[in-house]
């Protein structure tokens, strides 16, 4: 079974703080994402990555960075934490052998971030 | 930009009824539609998925109908359980790849005993 791990459930920081969200998945996954969760705006994806050291932007990239040094561990990071960045984050992983193969993408169990 | 639009937001079925959650997309090029289901607390899970090129899937009591010529696709749950309640989100890939999916806004579906 997929496991995809996020380092936190719930996390608080200051407005202005560098934040970050850690996701690490267990199936030699190529391809990883980070989603955020909004009510009544599903989700938005804001970076994915599709082999270590490659990103692309998602739909709301602003504010936010991406990692991926290794290929099991995605971060995401919060350059200085804001108020409108207060949101449930997800992460996702999924396996393609090549672009078009669609493969199902599995998620974590999400962080629920506070910004104060 | 590409979106996927779902409807309704919310359903309230009464158990052993059917449900049906329905969503269109604008990408004319979309070849996957996952849905995935989320309960209270929890991570979205895939419960059903359709590809381009099938027009319907069944599995048990869950159905996915895809209709491309009218850029829609629809979610089917017959005899509902108590254990169906939970948000439910359609999505579609954005052009022909699979890297992006655009999520629909979720149908919060409850199912009333």
């Known amino acids: 079974d997929v496991k995809v791990t996020q380092s936190s459930r719930y996390l608080v920081k200051r407005t202005g703080e560098k934040v970050f969200l850690e996701c690490v998945q267990d199936m030699d996954h190529e391809n990883m994402f980070w989603y955020r969760q909004d009510p009544g705006l599903g989700l938005r994806l804001i970076y994915f990555s599709y082999d270590v050291k490659m990103k692309e932007k998602g739909d709301i990239p602003e504010g936010y960075s991406v990692s991926r040094e290794k290929k099991e561990r995605f971060s995401l990071i919060l350059e200085s934490a804001s108020t409108n960045q207060t949101s449930m984050y997800l992460c996702?992983?999924?396996?393609?052998?090549?672009?078009?193969?669609?493969?199902?993408?599995?998620f974590g169990d999400g962080t629920r971030l506070s910004i104060l | 930009g590409e979106n996927v639009e779902q409807h309704p937001s919310t359903l309230s079925v009464q158990e052993g009824d059917s449900a049906v959650i329905k969503c269109t997309y604008s990408d004319s090029a979309s070849n996957y539609f996952p849905w995935y289901k989320q309960e209270l607390g929890k991570r979205p899970q895939l419960i059903i998925d359709i590809r381009s090129n099938v027009g319907e899937k069944k599995d048990q009591r869950i159905a996915v109908t895809l209709n491309k010529t009218a850029k829609h696709f629809s979610l089917h749950i017959t005899e509902t359980q108590p254990e169906d309640s939970a948000v439910y989100f359609c999505a579609a890939t954005l052009g022909d790849s699979s890297y992006k999916l655009i999520f629909g806004s979720g149908t919060r579906l409850l199912v009333r005993p």
């Open positions: 996702a992983s999924s396996f393609d052998r090549d672009r078009y193969s669609n493969q199902p993408q599995h």
